[in-house]
């Protein structure tokens, strides 16, 4: 069956209820915690001993270090114990958004606000009964950082010698808390600057972290401040700041976050949100209804009896909702565990550190892992949800373009693989140079001549214009005011026409400092020396890089096509580079095409396939293309790609088995991808490459599943379980270009 619309509110009366998680029995540690949040807020919620605890993380939470910050643990403890008997139930209820833990004739429902960073627990019992509500802390004091602890932060092992995580100012009165974190003058930035040699343009970067200042200003009425007591919770010593009532039957708490990026980049808050207090009531009616709203959008869902095929998808819906819990944050969701990391040593028994700890870095952004966090979100319709990925690119362009002009003399932005919150490259990640070197290239074995991720980014918001050009989600392309924040969108098409610019130009200027002419014979680029992702290092003319733009010049110039009010036909700059561009490097395997990582290279330094790039996410071979074999034959003959095939973390397998029509190694290889990870919380998966929960994992399982079920090919075409198992019962609403919905059931 399939049907074909322009909205999801064509579908009528049916809404989609996405089914509730629930745990009847109490947790051991942080590791067994539920996620929960909204807006920009994150909570890891579980029950312990017979208390409550959750931890809140909010995006933008940097400190000197680029630590990203956990703003605190919050505890709940009843006199009467009531979660310990046999009628305890957590349920996550992902249709309203929030966490109910019920027991003994007690409730409580934690949840936060979709359009305020603003945490709410409300508390009810049939008795009245004694309770302290505890703020624990382990930054009550200094902590100095060891070396294998700023894995946290963007010193990594540059770390100087006095590095610390600087103490939280802490303040209780009543019923009242309040704490903040303001940064120091100097911090990681004014580092990096130096080591990378551009204290001459330091006046016009951007510093996200000098003087940013975090705040939490909790409320519990009906509660007293009782004073302080010390404690340890797994590693980590802490304060612990309590809040007491004696005769409680119900009780409202409010917990406002502020991440300091208003004051920092210039922003103005939205009207009325300090001004106005929010009633948990109010905030309850507007969240339930956004996650309900949510839902709607795009669900897959299956009656199969088959366990693997319901645990497939139930882990792709929870992950999906992790997503919206960042919806609308000033930074994106970090691939390594967003905003639910826990402490650390469940995830690694070498890492008994703080809560704060999680390895590669806090504001450090590796390109690569983050894109396959917001792929899923267009054919999942959350193209709302993207700004916060899209625009940190906007907000970091000039420094891009800058350190572009700055070491080389040309146009165009360069941004790093590793790269840090500022826009510049992570400074131990950058390397060590020395005079006669190349200043704007990173001295990493890894990441050296490695800067065309940025693309995929350009080609996300080029795609999401298609998806949704000017419907009820805003796209993340156009100039627009958002409707949950008053500044509106920087022109996203800069940020294309600059990231294009740079390889065009730079490998021009590259060619002239080794000849004469700037284009080969052909007259095309000469990209070299290039590299193939990590892996396919000193590379001539790379697949993936020529695919990259290959694809983002065609589809830039397919917008500017449909902008064009003028009525005159004239060849844009994305045609001309079109023209520039050598073709995809092929190579013959066992008397087989295939597709080359690169015309030539010199090693191999990490297990990536890019040469499989060209099919996702460039899609310029795949169901419904010309020369599909050539990619086939790629994939099952290519000694590397066969090699290191995988599901683990980032590995990207799964999605080209589907987008190749390999039926049987999709089925295979998204079963493993969204299996059940070895936490509680089924989607919380392991570090992988990375850290738990490791959200690019789940994230390119999203990919690998909407691809088995939907694709399209290049005039639009759809294609309906183009990789899907017969034998599997499912249906399924997704998104598709041109503002189509489409709804199908097997």
Not at 36 to 47: A, I, P, Q, T
Not at 114 to 139: I, M
Not at 199 to 218: C, H, I, T
Not at 273 to 289: D, F, G
Request: aromatic share 12%; charged share 25%; net charge negative.
């Amino acid at each position: 069956m399939l049907m074909v619309g322009l909205s999801a509110a064509s579908w009528g009366a049916y809404e989609y209820v996405p089914q509730d998680y629930v745990w009847t029995s109490q947790s051991h540690n942080s590791s067994e915690s539920m996620p929960c949040g909204g807006h920009d807020v994150g909570m890891n919620v579980w029950v312990e001993g017979g208390d409550l605890l959750f931890y809140v993380a909010q995006s933008g939470w940097f400190d000197e270090n680029n630590t990203l910050l956990k703003a605190g643990r919050w505890r709940l403890h009843f006199a009467n114990r009531p979660f310990d008997g046999s009628d305890f139930r957590q349920t996550l209820c992902l249709d309203e958004g929030c966490i109910y833990v019920k027991g003994g004739g007690v409730e409580v429902r934690i949840w936060a606000d979709v359009y305020h960073s603003e945490v709410f627990v409300t508390l009810k019992s049939k008795q009245k009964q004694g309770a302290v509500l505890s703020y624990e802390s382990w930054r009550y004091r200094d902590r100095p950082l060891t070396k294998a602890e700023c894995q946290q932060c963007s010193y990594k092992w540059v770390l100087p010698a006095d590095c610390t995580t600087f103490a939280d100012s802490i303040r209780a009165k009543d019923g009242i808390l309040e704490v903040s974190h303001v940064n120091r003058k100097h911090t990681v930035f004014d580092f990096t600057v130096e080591r990378e040699r551009l204290d001459d343009v330091k006046a016009q970067l951007y510093n996200p972290l000098g003087g940013r200042r975090m705040s939490v200003e909790m409320c519990a009425p009906g509660f007293a401040f009782a004073g302080v007591s010390d404690g340890k919770y797994v590693d980590t010593d802490h304060r612990a700041w309590h809040f007491e009532t004696r005769n409680v039957r119900n009780a409202e708490i409010s917990i406002r976050l502020d991440a300091g990026d208003d004051e920092l980049a210039g922003f103005s808050k939205t009207k009325g949100a300090k001004a106005v207090p929010l009633s948990a009531t109010a905030s309850r009616k507007r969240s339930e209804q956004w996650w309900h709203n949510y839902w709607q959008r795009s669900w897959i869902q299956t009656d199969e009896s088959n366990a693997e095929v319901q645990r497939i998808v139930r882990n792709y819906e929870l992950m999906r909702y992790m997503l919206g819990c960042n919806a609308y944050g000033r930074w994106p969701t970090k691939f390594n565990g967003g905003l639910f990391t826990f402490d650390p040593v469940f995830v690694d028994e070498k890492a008994p550190f703080t809560p704060d700890y999680r390895k590669w870095g806090g504001g450090t952004m590796t390109a690569q892992n983050q894109r396959l966090v917001y792929w899923p979100m267009l054919k999942s319709g959350d193209w709302d949800m993207m700004r916060s990925q899209t625009d940190t690119y906007v907000r970091l362009l000039p420094a891009a373009e800058l350190w572009t002009k700055h070491h080389w003399g040309h146009r165009g932005a360069c941004f790093p693989e590793q790269m840090e919150n500022s826009g510049l490259p992570n400074p131990a990640e950058y390397g060590k140079h020395k005079d006669g070197d190349d200043w704007g290239v990173e001295r990493n074995a890894w990441l050296e001549y490695e800067w065309d991720t940025a693309l995929e980014f350009c080609l996300m918001m080029l795609q999401a214009y298609e998806y949704s050009p000017l419907t009820s989600h805003p796209s993340p392309l156009t100039s627009h005011l958002s409707p949950l924040t008053s500044h509106p969108s920087p022109l996203n098409s800069k940020l294309i026409d600059s990231c294009l610019r740079f390889f065009d130009e730079h490998y021009q200027y590259l060619a002239q400092q080794r000849g004469v002419k700037a284009l080969d014979g052909d007259g095309h680029l000469i990209i070299y020396p290039g590299s193939g992702c990590e892996t396919y290092k000193q590379a001539y003319n790379p697949a993936s890089t020529i695919a990259a733009l290959r694809a983002v010049a065609t589809a830039y110039s397919r917008y500017l096509a449909s902008t064009n009010t003028t009525g005159e036909s004239q060849m844009s700059y994305p045609d001309s580079l079109l023209q520039r561009l050598p073709d995809i490097p092929l190579r013959t395997i066992g008397g087989d095409t295939c597709i080359a990582p690169a015309v030539t290279w010199a090693r191999i330094q990490n297990v990536e396939t890019p040469q499989l790039y060209p099919v996702f996410p460039w899609r310029l071979y795949g169901m419904g293309r010309d020369d599909i074999e050539t990619a086939r034959n790629t994939y099952w003959k290519d000694p590397h790609a066969v090699e290191m095939r995988s599901s683990k973390g980032w590995k990207q397998d799964n999605i080209w088995a589907a987008c190749l029509g390999l039926t049987d190694e999709a089925k295979r290889l998204n079963a493993e991808k969204l299996a059940d990870g070895p936490f509680r919380f089924p989607a919380f998966w392991d570090a992988g490459f990375d850290w738990a929960p490791d959200c690019n994992r789940g994230g390119s399982g999203m990919i690998g599943l909407q691809e088995m079920l939907l694709q399209e090919t290049p005039d639009g075409e759809l294609l309906l379980f183009p990789a899907w198992p017969k034998e599997w019962k499912v249906s399924f609403r997704l998104c598709a270009s041109n503002g189509r919905t489409v709804e199908g059931k097997n």
